[in-house]
């Protein structure tokens, strides 16, 4: 059984932030308290005292009454008193004389105000002040409503600092987290101080969002003592398959950090507006990339599907950049109603002979073939919606005209009939091919080509897509592995940088066939250099060579620097360059600031280096 010397000391520990908020109001209002009859108080959100301070004598007194530390004070125990009805109400209030339920302290006159934790309102303990009733004055209940409001001033720089001290430990402690990953930072009071990326569902589960104004998530009741565990046991069950991993301060465990891995990383839902709808922002993140080039490419096809005025887009980009996600998202903008339709016509895929067919459709005994009921073409097929003319380079220029004519009228006529059909699309044309190049060529109409570029797309190849190809590669590898029911892939160094060397003629189609390959043939779970195709292996030791002739000749050669040497180098250059502005290194390098950090961390790159 604890001793009361035991309770107060748990007490006292248990609510060592709030003291520590006190000793400036209370050193300097304790001081002005002696000889005047008046002592004050804090107390915990349970009525405990845990502090008392003024005059020597009135706080001799008090210990008769039981108004010392380690004395409770809620209704509960002694009915009306300015501590107890303070927490109870949530309000500054003064209870004078006989006020007081208990016939035992009716000789007293006390003025409450509750302090509340500035992260959510929450009540975590009261100032009082109290003493015999000559000491009564109006005015007392406004100097403790002060008091309390200094105190919560203190905890909000107490909170901020340590949130801080936290995000730094978590940086420190070489935690694999990526920037698009979600993180969600714990203290030990079980409140959520620090939530980035984390998903909606997963942010849900934990609690409600404070950016609707609503009280910021915490969990219940952590006890120092087995922190960790009481952190996972406290947590909803949707949470508990995440990484969670202590942080410690001064070795001291004071907080934990989740980290929620994105189902899709490096999605561009990111340059959606917030005001598009939910179906067209899900599509959106099913085109992975974080490079300015393709998110520039889904800003204008956004804007060109919500637009509702523009009918006819270009899509341009070579084969394997997935063009046909940008038609889709088009599309997707464009719905009136969930059944307008999306037709695709490849129009490479199509003999010459059936070329107007397959586009205008046929009536019966159109030509030797033709169906015996007729045929509509993919105009008729995708009125109402949107139709997709991949590869419309190859369409043969005999063709064009009847496109063109189609396009500008807005009417079809089936081979071999003269009644005219209305129709309502919107045109996605795709190519790989230059179609300037083909005007000039002759092999395109130049009246065509403005017909259907009124707004045009590149969609850039991987190869000028930077780090894009480490978040595809993390997204395929995912999926698949998630459809297989297998463990993902690791990727050595080596590997990795191999895989950013090669230029990738088949692109985002190339890389996803890539890992479908290292899913099935290798026998591991890690891939290494050797478990590369050789052409990749080849590019990247031509890389490699190509630098370390650049820099021959009759200069000594210089030492050729490995990637880690490299970075390290960049980061220090880019630290120079901004002078030590961290925000503006971050941006110059393309990383964001907790990628920043833990680089500076993993290099031993000190801020003091400037």
Known sequence: MES????????????????FAAQRSFGAIG??????????VLADSEGVLIDAIG???????????????????????????????????GEPIFVHAAEHFCAGIKSWTCAGAPIRDPFDGKIVGVVDLSGHPNIFRPHNIALVATAAREIELALADFQNEERTRLLEAFIASGNSYRASDGLMIIDRHGRAIYSNN?????????????????????????????????????LPNELRSYHVSPLNLNGNLRGVALVFPRTITGSSVSVVKKTASQHLRDHASLIVGESESLLAAVDIACRVAESGEITSLLIEGETGV??????????????????????????????????????????????????????????????????????????????????????????????GDSRSRPIDIRLVASTNRDLKEEVDAGRFRQDLFYRISTVAIRVPPLRERGTDVLLLLEHFNRKIS???????????????????????????????????????????????????P???????????????????????????????????????????????????????????RPTLYRKLEQYGIQRSYL
């Not at 004395?71 to 300015?82: L, P, Q, S």
């Not at 230029?503 to 390959?517: H, T, Y």
Request: aromatic letters at 6%.
């Open 322 to 415: 997935g063009k046909e996600l940008f038609a889709r998202l088009v599309h997707v903008g464009s719905q009136r109603t969930p059944n307008d339709p999306f037709i695709a016509l490849n129009c490479g895929a199509i003999t010459k002979e059936l070329f107007g067919s397959e586009l205008f459709g046929h009536v019966a005994g159109a030509f030797t073939g033709a169906s015996r009921d007729g045929k509509p073409g993919v105009f008729e097929l995708a009125n109402g919606g949107v139709l997709s003319l991949d590869e419309i380079g190859e369409m043969p220029l005999e063709i064009q005209p009847f496109l063109l004519r189609v396009l500008e009228e807005r009417v079809v006529q089936r081979l």
């Open 534 to 592: 050789a052409e990749i292996v080849k590019a990247d030791s031509a890389a490699t060579s190509r630098s370390k002739l650049a820099g021959a000749g009759d200069a000594p050669a210089a030492p050729v620097c490995s990637f880690e040497d490299a970075e390290r180098q960049a980061i220090k250059n880019a630290l120079i360059a901004e002078r030590g502005n961290l925000s503006k290194v971050a941006h110059a390098l393309g990383v964001s």
């Open 198 to 234: 984390v998903p909606g569902t997963e942010r849900k589960c934990f609690g409600e969002s404070t950016s609707q104004g609503n009280r910021s998530p915490r969990l219940p009741e952590l006890t120092d003592s087995a922190f960790l565990d009481s952190v996972t046991t406290a």
């Open 482 to 532: 998630q459809r297989k029911s297998a463990e993902p892939l690791t990727f050595s160094n080596e590997a990795l940088e191999a895989l950013l060397a090669y230029s990738w003629p088949g692109n985002v189609r190339q890389l996803k066939n890539l890992v479908e390959r290292l899913h099935v043939l290798t026998r591991g779970v890690t891939i290494g250099l050797s478990d590369l």
């Open 31 to 40: 001081r002005l308290l002696d000889g005047t009859g008046a002592m004050l």
């Open 55 to 89: 005059d020597k004598r009135t706080i001799f007194d008090g210990m008769d009454i039981h108004l010392a530390v380690g004395g409770k004070w809620t209704e509960d125990v002694v009915g009306t008193n300015g501590i107890g009805t303070a927490l109870w109400t």
């Open 4 to 19: 009361d010397k035991d309770v107060v000391e748990n007490h006292a520990r248990a609510n060592g932030e709030l003291l």
